[in-house]
């Protein structure tokens, strides 16, 4: 799988990645059709309403995964909309919530093979300048959640053994970045969690767990960025342009594969060879 998809389009955007390929003796299957190589598996997928989450959502069900859409319930609305045209079920509750992954996992009676935390949000301010409930929110949201959920999930037995789990990390938890301390701090800690969970989680539970760590994506979230940072963010990649959603769900199906159990514990960057952290 890992050749299939750096050989091929969809990868357009990841440029001058390592990537460790281990035996893959557990939860590796080769599927029986690479067209749809999801077929008979159930994938949730987290912020799925829009952007980069729709995407992914998108992407799964072309692969042939039955789709289960979360975001807020402020959100229902547009969540039910994607939902309904990929074919799939809209789950519409706060995923900071502390009974979210019971929750979860009573959605999902027979269980799940693909896990993507993708849910995520922003509060721009410098350190000096930063109330503790913008760090707090920032924090609970795009960390403390994955790490109740998932934990969660993997040990009531709802996420089976051969599944995968995708978190969204971000270059900016790489390389830090001006004016966002917190969302840093939180993508930093994603990836932390990949490399202590991926190898515990493969002994324990046969499911692997690896990250997709975003450059510059055309998103309504950053389309807000002011003008002179989103061309600078734009332009400081190899590629010298914007990644699309669609990059990052690329990423994110080949880590879903059932044909990716030797890629385990691995940070991705989709940022076509930025020169952050680089």
Same mark, same amino acid.
């Given at each position: 799988?890992?050749?299939?998809?750096?050989?091929?389009?969809?990868?357009?955007?990841?440029?001058?990645?390592?990537?460790?390929?281990?035996?893959?003796?557990?939860?590796?299957?080769?599927?029986?059709?690479?067209?749809?190589?999801?077929?008979?598996?159930?994938?949730?997928?987290?912020?799925?309403?829009?952007?980069?989450? #729709?995407?992914?959502?998108?992407?799964?069900?072309?692969?042939?995964?039955?789709?289960?859409?979360?975001?807020?319930?402020?959100?229902?609305?547009?969540?039910?909309?994607?939902?309904?045209?990929?074919?799939?079920?809209?789950?519409?509750?706060? /995923?900071?919530?502390?009974?979210?992954?019971?929750?979860?996992?009573?959605?999902?009676? #027979?269980?799940?093979?693909?896990?993507?935390?993708?849910?995520?949000?922003?509060?721009?301010?410098?350190?000096?300048?930063?109330?503790?409930?913008?760090?707090?929110?920032?924090?609970?949201?795009?960390?403390?959640?994955?790490?109740?959920?998932?934990?969660?999930?993997?040990? $009531? $037995?709802?996420?089976?053994?051969?599944? !995968?789990?995708?978190?969204?990390?971000?270059?900016?938890?790489?390389?830090?970045?001006?004016?966002?301390?917190?969302?840093?701090?939180?993508?930093?800690?994603? +990836?932390?969690? +990949?490399?202590?969970?991926?190898?515990?989680?493969?002994?324990?539970?046969?499911?692997?767990?690896?990250?997709?760590?975003?450059?510059? /994506?055309?998103?309504?979230?950053?389309?807000?960025?002011?003008?002179?940072? !989103?061309?600078?963010?734009?332009?400081?990649?190899?590629?010298?342009?914007?990644?699309?959603?669609?990059?990052?769900?690329?990423?994110?199906?080949?880590?879903?594969?059932?044909?990716?159990?030797?890629?385990?514990?691995?940070?991705? !960057? +989709?940022?076509?060879?930025?020169?952050?952290?680089?």
């Amino acid at each position: 799988s890992t050749f299939r998809f750096l050989l091929s389009p969809r990868s357009a955007y990841v440029s001058g990645q390592v990537i460790e390929v281990g035996d893959g003796e557990a939860g590796n299957v080769a599927p029986a059709d690479w067209g749809t190589p999801l077929a008979g598996r159930t994938a949730l997928v987290t912020g799925a309403a829009r952007g980069i989450g #729709e995407a992914v959502a998108a992407t799964l069900a072309r692969d042939g995964a039955r789709v289960v859409c979360l975001d807020v319930p402020a959100a229902e609305a547009d969540l039910a909309a994607v939902a309904g045209r990929l074919g799939g079920v809209a789950l519409a509750l706060d /995923i900071t919530a502390d009974d979210a992954g019971a929750r979860i996992a009573g959605a999902l009676p #027979e269980g799940l093979d693909v896990l993507v935390h993708n849910a995520g949000i922003t509060r721009d301010r410098r350190l000096v300048n930063m109330p503790a409930e913008r760090w707090s929110s920032v924090l609970d949201v795009n960390l403390g959640s994955v790490l109740r959920t998932t934990d969660a999930l993997l040990a $009531g $037995g709802t996420l089976r053994a051969g599944g !995968r789990i995708v978190m969204t990390a971000s270059i900016a938890g790489i390389a830090g970045n001006a004016g966002q301390t917190n969302y840093a701090a939180s993508k930093a800690g994603i +990836v932390g969690l +990949v490399r202590s969970l991926g190898p515990r989680a493969l002994s324990e539970y046969g499911v692997t767990v690896n990250a997709v760590a975003p450059g510059f /994506i055309e998103t309504r979230m950053t389309a807000a960025v002011p003008l002179f940072i !989103r061309e600078a963010g734009r332009r400081m990649n190899s590629l010298s342009q914007g990644g699309v959603p669609v990059d990052v769900a690329e990423t994110t199906a080949w880590f879903a594969s059932p044909g990716s159990g030797a890629v385990n514990g691995q940070v991705v !960057r +989709v940022c076509g060879q930025s020169l952050l952290g680089a």
